[in-house]
């Protein structure tokens, strides 16, 4: 059993700290730190709470001429649980998406682009030689972390 008390806190780690290996000792405050109890670990940290989350709601429409429409909603980590807006804050310095297209798990076409929605034209779509299945997916970009977690959804030329 671990009773953790208000005490507990996030380490702090400037940006350039991060993926760095650190030395942590952990055991029982009472104790030393050369106490036999205490174990010794080394972690590298990513950054992982800075990384955007998934994009939600992908959704692909096909116009008569052929080409693909995606849409997606976007996700925060700052103040994202208020009912009280319409959209959640954006929580970076600028809203940004990389778009990735792939043609039998070989990346074909990679985009980043301003708003959430992605228009892939018919004439894209012959360049990069889709024929039956590919995989389009979506992550939110973040100066601080870089691509968040990506969404994709499956599709047919």
Known sequence: MVLLGGALSQIELASSARGLARHYRIGA????YDDPAVVHQVAAFTGIGLRPYAPVHLVASR????DLTLRWIRRTR??????MSVEVPLGEDHESYLVRV???GELVREQVVAVPEW???TAL???DGLSGAFRIEVAQVSDRFGPGLFRGLDLFA
Do not use: H, M
Not at 29 to 32: D, L, Q, S
């Open 119 to 121: 228009l892939y034209p």
């Open 125 to 127: 779509q012959v360049d």
């Open 63 to 66: 116009a008569a001429n052929g």
């Open 29 to 32: 405050a009472a104790r030393g």
């Open 78 to 83: 700052i103040d994202g649980d208020s009912w």
């Open 102 to 104: 792939f043609r039998g």
